[in-house]
């Protein structure tokens, strides 16, 4: 049994993990925190868990790990205070706002001896465990250039906030696919170049980015980060990726396995997902690893990793110019 | 006696296109081919009516000779726009326009100067699926436009001596596939501030070619434009997403058709085909572009798309390729 609980449901997904967490047969699900009793106490009651307004109160007890989701600005603070207390962590993405942030997030866990796992759900499942597959057998030959798209609607919330959320739609989506690059081709991304702006919403950040990356061996991909899902639309957003190869094109859909639903009852239109539940199939990996002690998957250097490529696209637009990595760690 | 009477330079793809277009529309009529390729032409200028011509200059000379449709290699069109002119005769070009900003400019001052008549190509202007976008934006219905996505993938294509495989010649899918998209944005977002942009082309990968551009407009928006040359043999599909302050409009050309044809086997006797997908129109919209220029020479109106406006796009399409080379942004000069 591995003993679990979240740290804050300030991020939505925690609204996620937790049902999934509840799911898994080998996780006794401890508990949760929430500084704001409205939402924390609601949601400890639904999913009947203890409840606690204090964080390092959830820490107090006897657990194995957390999850933790609150605010991006928040997590360096969380997550330092779990490795300090000896619980193992997986961390929201980004894994913070700034480089200083996660450096110190990861050197706090690896002096505590604590498994730092970063939130990127996107790698599990098997559509993208196959697109993996594929490309490694080398179904499209050498990979030479990428066109992916992380679409979401405007979250509102602290997530249109910059002080706690460090940024706006390309703070939001860049790392998902990011993290998918650097697993599939096994390389990092060497530049970035990146336009944005707010065009959408009456919001203080950004709402749209598209972003450019050179790989390391010399394949390009570009990335449209954008909040651009209307409220009408049927569904959230959208992980896509256009592969071209020497050999032929890979098209990825990671979202694809859906039904239409019209329904005049709530006059909606919806695309529902049947696809693999991916929250829980990264929660179940998270889980079996810390049980088993093992190394985790996704790591705090991998968070990192995504996180300096959002950074590069912020100062790629303040200056108009491609950006090379790695970035100065005061960005 | 037809009241117009065209001379079609090059029996090529487009050039057959034209020709049948010709043939939809009664106050037009083919008058001559110019093809450089012996024996081809030949059944194109049966299919016509037409003179057969394998010279440029007899077939401009040609008395009989009025409007002068060029469809040739994109390197041939500034040579023969400047002899359609110097021969006082209306010229119709393909895109893009020319190669490069100079040869344009001078294409369209010798026209202006000899007063005559110089149409391009941009045919995505009467594709009812883009024109309908366009009327949906303006109409105010989705809001304020913000980040666009265009695509236009297809395989590499096969010209005379491989003039598409030289990218000093077709200038690649960028000037040659993205120029379309372009010229569209710039009619519904106005002008272009920065361009960057990627493409495949490599020495190592000569039939090959992938294009991704990010465009950045005066007014604002963004836009994403995808053009490819790396498609499966066969494959031809484009689609659009414009996503604005108050909705989205989403198009793709491989989902939203009427017909789809899959054969267990080839009837005809020849390859079997995996699908083909067709999306027929009462009208082409080929046909309603020479259309709308036989109508404008008539009547001395302003085109739909001007010479200037494919001028226009193919600066960004020689700033995207710019910016591909240098790898650097490309910010375009205001007017």
Known sequence: MVKIGIMSFAHI????????????????????????????????????????????????????????????????????????RGVHVLCEKPIATTLADAEEMISACQRNGIKLGIAFPCRYGAASKRLKNLLDQGAVGEVLAIMATNHGKMPGGWF?????????????HTVYVVDLLRWMLKQEVTRVYAEMDTLMHPIEVEDCGLLTLEMEKGSFATLDASWSRPKSYPTWGDVTMEIVGTQGILSFDLFAQTLSVYGDVDNQVAWENWGDNLDLEMLRDFAQRIANDQPLWITGEDGMKALEVALAAYESYKLHQPVTLPISRNL | MKEIRIGIIGAGTMGGVHASCYQEIPEVQVAAICEFEPGEGRELAQKTGAK????????????AVEVVDICTPTHLHAQHV????????????EKPLARNLSE?????????????????????????????????????????PAVIRTSRNGSFPRGKQNWFGNRQLSLGPIGDLLIHDFDFLRWCFGEVERVYAKTLHSEQLPDLDYALVTLRFRRGPLAHCEGSWAHAPGTFFVRFEIAASDGLIEYDSRKNIP???????????????????????TESPYTTELRHFILCLTQGTEPLVTAYDALKALEIALAALDSAKTGKPVELKED
């Open chain 2, 259 to 281: 017909i789809t044809l899959t054969q267990r086997k080839p009837i005809d006797g020849t390859t079997p085909r995996v699908a083909i997908p067709e999306s027929p129109l």
């Open chain 1, 160 to 172: 249109v906030d910059k002080q706690l959320a460090g940024g706006g739609a390309v703070m939001d």
């Open chain 2, 104 to 144: 344009a400019e001078k294409m369209i001052e010798t026209c202006d100067k000899v007063g005559v008549k110089l149409f391009v190509g941009h045919v995505v202007r009467f594709f009812p699926e883009y024109t309908l976008a366009r009327r949906i934006l303006e109409s105010g219905r989705i809001g304020k």
């Open chain 2, 52 to 63: 057969l011509y394998s010279s440029v200059d007899a077939l401009i000379e040609d008395p």
């Open chain 1, 13 to 84: 997904h925690a609204y996620s993990y937790a049902p999934a967490l509840k799911k898994l047969q080998d996780v006794e699900f401890i508990g949760i925190a929430d500084e704001d009793p409205k939402r924390g106490g609601k949601v400890a009651q639904e999913l009947a868990v203890n409840y606690f307004t204090d964080y390092r109160a959830l820490l107090d007890q006897d657990l194995d790990a957390v999850v933790v989701c609150s605010e991006n600005v928040r997590h360096r603070e969380m997550v330092v205070a779990a490795a300090e």
């Open chain 2, 82 to 93: 400047l002899q359609a002119a110097a021969a006082g005769k209306h010229v119709i070009c």
